[in-house]
């Protein structure tokens, strides 16, 4: 198992069960105790766990599952998302990150013709629903916290793949304009997707600033925009967006 893959595998665990022992972690994720202790002192470097007698604890860090963050901040989600997808043109062809902001962005589609990728399932059920656009799925690793595909497998198909836009989310944006995220096998999926579009906006509502996550995909300066209620934005972010000739539009 990659390491990505086994950090995750183990935070997952964590938000699922609360408190573990190593020997526990050992045998569910079929690593040995050793190679358990190091993934767990990297993940406490990140500030994403903390080690107890014989075993580990979240500190906090993991998004909330899905469907529980959907309605939270809904208004300013759904604004966003009416935003992002006035930028679509009919026949595009556009790529939709994982979690719920982007999945406002799915939403609100209205242009003809277009053809979206994405590794997120409620995206997808959605928009084959309703029928607004031609489909294609980024299938890998399913993570059932996220409802999403993820891994080496999304990564891989986005390489062969060119997108006129892209949305993507993050759990956070720091004031010095790292993005942040709480997975680094998402934090590889967003730095997969900004390469595989012309044009990228991060979509994020006020509450992601500044948000939460130890892993950072990339900068706020290599994104060609951002989506927000946020306003103002931190004086040291709109100072990078300008620098960077990074849109910055509010909702």
């Given amino acids: ?129 309703t029928k607004k656009a031609n489909l294609v799925v980024l299938g890998g690793q399913w993570f059932e916290q996220y409802q999403c595909f993820g891994g080496v497998q999304v990564v891989d198909a986005l390489a062969r793949q060119q997108a006129d836009l892209a949305f993507i989310g993050c759990s956070g944006v720091a004031e010095n304009g790292r993005l942040r995220d709480t997975s680094q096998t998402q934090s590889l999926v967003k730095r997969a997707i900004r390469d595989a579009a012309t044009t990228t906006y991060l979509v994020a509502d006020a509450a992601k600033f500044p948000g939460k996550g130890g892993s950072s995909p990339f900068d706020i300066g290599e994104l060609d925009g951002i989506i927000t209620d946020a306003n103002p934005l931190a004086q040291s972010l709109t100072e990078l967006c300008v620098t960077h000739n990074t849109e910055i539009r509010t909702v």
């Fill in 1 to 129: 198992m990659l390491k990505t893959a086994r950090h995750d595998a183990l935070l997952h665990l964590l938000q699922a069960r609360g408190p573990v022992a190593v020997t526990e972690v050992s045998e569910r994720l079929g690593i040995s105790p050793a190679t358990v202790r190091r993934d767990i002192v990297e993940l406490e470097d990140k500030g994403l766990v903390e080690r107890t007698w014989g075993g580990v604890r979240l500190l906090g860090e993991i998004d909330d599952p899905f469907q529980e963050s959907l309605a939270r901040r809904g208004s300013s989600k759904q604004r966003i998302g009416e935003a992002a997808a006035e930028l679509i043109p009919d026949g595009a062809t556009v790529i939709i990150d994982v979690g719920t902001t982007a999945f406002y962005v799915a939403l609100a589609m209205e242009a003809q013709g277009v053809t979206v990728l994405t590794p997120s399932l409620p995206t997808f059920e959605h928009l084959r629903t």
